[in-house]
């Protein structure tokens, strides 16, 4: 069986993923079913690339990925309460610029369509609560490209600290090598947030 360690716990492949929800978000595991809404903001030019993927083509290319996100304990699907359509994709992956085994990278997309709506930093909160107060990590940490800066906006409403630039840091699918802005939050700094703002 396959396991994905997070600090102190570890997590079984294909098991139960908790469903965690905010005021107007399920951040839940993939279905196969969910895969028109998937390739609705695949296929956007808008999202992949800035993302650091390209724009997917046709479904068979959103399909092949969506079967490795079913079986992922790292990826929920963003679902609007209201509708239950999923506008995107936020996870908590392995930060392979640290070697402490218990931090986390968080990385997140959004369908275009609801850019702009508070929904990226309502789910990226959410996530970060897991992290800290059930998985026990250590530390959060979130990138973004210097023209990124929705997703820098998304970062900082979040509490994180920018530590830095990392100089031509990643190379994208076409070959384009970018800096990277570098955020993290600590464990220690995400419940001083909680007694500042008495969340």
């Known amino acids: 069986m396959v396991q994905c360690s997070y600090g102190n716990k570890i997590v079984a492949r294909g098991e139960m993923m908790p469903i965690l929800q905010t005021e107007r978000l399920l951040l839940r595991r993939f279905k196969l079913s969910d895969l028109n809404d998937f390739y609705e ?20 290319e959103s399909l092949f990925l969506l079967k490795k996100f079913v ?9 609007l309460k209201e509708n239950s359509k999923v506008i995107g994709s936020i996870g908590l992956h392995r930060d392979k610029k640290r070697d ?11 369908n275009s369509q609801h850019w702009g709506l508070g929904y990226a930093t309502e789910a990226s909160r959410r ?12 530390l959060v ?7 990124n800066d929705r ?4 970062i900082l409403k979040c ?3 920018h530590e830095g630039v990392l100089k031509r840091a990643t190379v994208t699918y076409d070959g384009r090598v970018h800096d990277e802005h570098c955020y993290s939050i600590t464990r220690d700094q995400y419940r001083n947030n909680l007694e500042t703002t008495g969340a």
């Not at 079986?71 to 679902?79: C, G, L, P, R, T």
């Not at 940490?141 to 023209?147: E, G, Q, V």
């Open 41 to 60: 903001y695949a296929k956007d030019p808008a999202v992949g690339p800035d993302a650091g993927w390209d724009y997917h083509r046709n479904k068979d």
């Open 141 to 147: 940490s979130a990138y973004h490209y210097p023209h």
């Open 159 to 161: 509490g994180m600290t």
């Open 100 to 110: 402490n085994k218990s931090a986390r990278m968080m990385g997140y997309v959004m």
């Open 151 to 154: 997703s820098k906006s998304v």
């Open 71 to 79: 079986k992922s304990n790292e990826i929920w699907a963003i679902e």
């Open 127 to 138: 996530i970060i609560s897991y992290a800290f107060e059930v998985l026990e990590i250590d």
